[in-house]
């Protein structure tokens, strides 16, 4: 499976961006995404996460509130809805895929597939 992310840009601090996660393969419907970021100078950390069915979500503390997590099957897509964005978030964005479906999975090895990042420039 491949994983296309994009969305991402410059942006005013307390301003919205979207993210998305478009796979290559129908099969991505059956596999939990997450999305990471990593700043710079950074390691790179976990941000959300969605189960496949998309009824489970779970969030870093950091962005509870603010981000939101969705999926939509039919297009093989998972969105990350970024508000009320600070300079802190600047950072490159990356989706990733468990084939397993796990939930809750934060750990960058329990994902199989990776997207090759998308810049978030949050400006103060």
């Known amino acids: 499976v491949q994983l296309q992310a994009s969305g991402g840009g410059l942006v005013q601090a307390g301003g919205s961006l979207r993210l998305s996660c478009a796979a290559s393969?129908?099969?991505?419907?059956?596999?939990?995404t997450g999305w990471f970021r990593q700043a710079p100078g950074k390691e790179r950390e976990f941000v959300a996460t969605?189960?496949?069915?998309?009824?489970?979500?779970y969030y870093t503390d950091s962005v509870k509130g603010r981000f939101t997590i969705a999926r939509d099957s039919a297009k093989n897509t998972v969105y990350l809805q970024m508000n009320s964005l600070k300079p802190e978030d600047t950072a490159v964005y990356y989706c990733?895929?468990?084939?397993?479906?796990?939930?809750?999975?934060?750990?960058?090895?329990?994902?199989?597939?990776w997207g090759q990042g998308t810049l978030v420039t949050v400006s103060s």
């Open positions: 969605i189960s496949w069915s998309g009824s489970s979500t």
């Open positions: 990733a895929a468990d084939i397993l479906g796990r939930l809750g999975a934060t750990r960058e090895a329990e994902y199989d597939y």
């Open positions: 393969r129908s099969t991505f419907s059956r596999y939990s």
